[in-house]
């Protein structure tokens, strides 16, 4: 006597089967958004993005200073935290 195999196992084999007649497939289609671009950028091309942007071109100016500026006032926001919480457990009752 033959034995069944359960539907879901059955399931299981073809879908096995199927993904790899798919995998071994020569040609493969694109994803719907590829085509969607490929069909946008055929008349209309996407200009070059840069990895980086444009160095800025001045070696000293206002750049390089407000960099300075914006680490001094996050130190300067830390330090004022530090001196509040001392405080605040300073005045606190033990």
């Given at each position: ?8 196992e ?22 719907a ?62």
């Amino acid at each position: 006597m033959e034995q069944e195999m359960p539907e879901h196992e059955q399931d299981g084999q073809e879908r096995e089967f199927d993904l790899r007649w798919a995998d071994s497939a020569e040609h493969k289609e694109p994803s719907a958004r590829a085509r969607m671009l490929a069909a946008r950028w055929k008349h209309n091309p996407p200009g070059p993005v840069p990895f980086r942007p444009e160095p800025d071109h001045r070696s000293r100016g206002r750049g390089s200073r407000s960099s300075w500026v914006s680490t001094a006032v996050v130190l300067g926001c830390v330090a004022a935290v530090i001196v509040l919480l001392g405080y605040l457990n300073f005045r606190a009752p033990y």
